[in-house]
Structures are given as structure tokens and as C-alpha cells.
């Protein structure tokens, strides 16, 4: 008799055992429901620049969020997403839709986002494309320690818009001058002015100027006049621009992950801005033909950022 009640002591032990498990399984959430989140993709035209981004952003998230692609439909039926935007074509696309999903644009200028910034129950941040005019400028400064005149080409009528940079390069003891461009017809008239008064042409990011068909005519007019030009991006470097900063697209996705990040933890974005970090290209043999001895890439960068932080300590009682 007691071995029966010790064998069934024994299987309601086992039973109830059992019971509290599959209880605690059925209660536990998985692992992916309790960190799941999701942020939205909307692409640009280049269908492969669009899956290395997305690769690249996911591995800087993990695995506690998922990133897939962004449709008007899917944003409609989960408001809170935020939108990745890559491109002012994908800016443009999210922005239309209605209500406007909270947006981090990417591979953008100031000018693509100027127009969608202050309207109402709008959320909109960006991580901006272009380098910022005055690093461009005092890479010039630090490749021409001894030039102090900077020329820029700008659209006539866009003059103006310059006024703060001319402002701010005073403070480094940089002396710039816009020369406006009448067409396309007038370009190298008013580079060749450009030339006589700067010790280097700053090139602004406007494809208008600087294009795939005027880089060449410009690069020939200013080396024959022992001139350097800057910026505007990287491209240009590997058509025969001495040098610009530049962000990488890795470096840029790392950015737009902490944006991610802060977004899925309070809701809010950072103002949209230039990456602070950077990297320097250079032509190399654009250098050794107009004999400019320029100094290591990381120096470079060394040398912006130290002038950038003595001017805005200066700023500072």
C-alpha cells in the first residue's frame, strides 16, 4: 500500500511540474515579441545603394529591430513608424503622404529640406549630404597655408545666400568673394575673374555649375592658372578636384542609427545638420602636378576640426 501512494505522490508530483512549465511558456513572451521593433526604408532609384543602406542599417540596430522596406499602405496602418527617406525624390514621396509619418532624411542638401521644415504636426530630421562650405574652405586654408582670397561660383541672383559663410570665413582670417554666374554661357568668363582674385576656387554644391559636363572646362581653366579647386564632393576628386571632405555611407548609416535609436526610445529627433564626423580625399596626382606638397589625409581632418573647436571656444565668455 505505501508503495502505490509513493508511486502516485510521485506522478502528481511530475504532472504538476509539467503543468507549472507549460503555464510559464504560455505566459512568457518570445524573445522577438518583447524587443520587436520596426523602421521603415524608403528608397532611392538605385535598387542597389537601397539593400547595401538597409544591410548596413541593420546591422548597426540588431536584431531587436527589424528594418524593411517603406510603402504608403504599411506607414498608413502604423502612424508611429518613423521613414527613412534616402534622396529628395523619397523625401518628397513620404512628406506627401497623409498624416505625415515622423521622417529621417538622408543623401539630402539644405536646401531639399528647407521647404518641408516648420509646417505643422511635421517630425523631420536629417543627416545632410553635402559638406559643409566653411570645413571645405579651411581644408583649402590647411593645403594653402599662405592663401588667404577664396572664390566662389554662384547662380546669379543666389548671392545673398552666401552672406554667413563670407561672415564666418572673416574669422579665420579668409577674405571670399561670390562671383555670379550668368548661364552656362558665361561659366568660364566668370571663372577666369574667379581666378584672378582667389588663391583657390571653393566650389559650392550646385549642379547647375559643377556637373558632369562643365568639371573638366572648369579643372582645365583653373590648373592652367595655377589654381586649386575644392570640394564639391567626393566625385569630383576622382575627376581631377585636388581635394573635399567627405562622410562615408558607413559612417552616415552609423549616424542615422543613433537617430534611429534615440527616436524608438523617446519619440524625438535631433535637428536636422552636417555629420561631424568626416573623412578627407585627395587627388594625389593633381598634387604632384601642380607641386603641392598636401599633408596626410588624417592630419587634415586633425587641422579642420582643431580650427572649428578654437573658433567655437573663442564664441564662448
Same mark, same amino acid.
Given at each position: ?33 518583447? =524587443? ?74 539644405? @536646401? ?84 584672378? =582674385? ?106 579642420? @576640426? ?12
Amino acid at each position: 500500500m505505501t508503495g502505490r501512494l509513493v508511486t502516485l505522490f510521485c506522478l502528481l508530483l511530475v504532472a504538476s511540474v509539467l503543468g507549472l512549465s507549460s503555464a510559464a511558456r504560455a505566459q512568457a513572451p518570445e524573445p522577438s515579441a518583447q =524587443f520587436f521593433r520596426t523602421v521603415l526604408v524608403a528608397g532611392s532609384d538605385n535598387t542597389a545603394f537601397n539593400l547595401r543602406f538597409m544591410d548596413l542599417l541593420q546591422n548597426q540596430l540588431g536584431s531587436r529591430v527589424k528594418v524593411r522596406t517603406y510603402t504608403e499602405a504599411f506607414s498608413l496602418s502604423h502612424p508611429d513608424l518613423l521613414v527613412v527617406a534616402l534622396g529628395s525624390n523619397a523625401l518628397s514621396q513620404v512628406q506627401q503622404q497623409s498624416p505625415r509619418p515622423a521622417t529621417l532624411a538622408l543623401m539630402v542638401d539644405e @536646401n531639399q529640406v528647407a521647404a518641408y521644415l516648420g509646417r505643422e504636426h511635421t517630425t523631420l530630421s536629417a543627416i545632410y549630404h553635402n559638406p559643409p562650405l566653411i570645413r571645405q574652405a579651411l581644408l583649402g586654408k590647411l593645403i594653402l597655408p599662405q592663401g588667404n582670397q577664396v572664390a566662389l561660383l554662384v547662380q546669379a541672383g543666389e548671392e545673398a545666400r552666401y552672406d554667413p559663410l563670407l561672415e564666418e570665413l572673416a574669422r579665420f582670417e579668409l577674405e571670399a568673394r561670390v562671383f555670379p554666374v550668368q548661364g552656362e554661357d558665361a561659366l568660364i568668363a566668370t571663372l577666369a575673374r574667379a581666378l584672378s =582674385f582667389g588663391d583657390f576656387l571653393l566650389a559650392v554644391p550646385d549642379s547647375a555649375i559643377y556637373n558632369a559636363r562643365t568639371i573638366k572646362h572648369i579643372l582645365l581653366t583653373a590648373y592652367r592658372r595655377n589654381r586649386i579647386v575644392i570640394g564639391p564632393g567626393r566625385a569630383f576628386v576622382r575627376a581631377g578636384v585636388l581635394a573635399s571632405s567627405y562622410t562615408s555611407l558607413e559612417t552616415v548609416t552609423a549616424i542615422a542609427a543613433e537617430r534611429v535609436r534615440q527616436f524608438l526610445d523617446d519619440g524625438s529627433l535631433a535637428p536636422p545638420g552636417h555629420p561631424e564626423r568626416f573623412e578627407i580625399d585627395v587627388n594625389r596626382q593633381v598634387a604632384r602636378s601642380l607641386n603641392i606638397p598636401v599633408p596626410d589625409t588624417d592630419e587634415l581632418a586633425q587641422g579642420i @576640426n582643431a580650427l572649428l573647436q578654437n573658433d567655437a571656444g573663442s564664441d564662448n565668455p
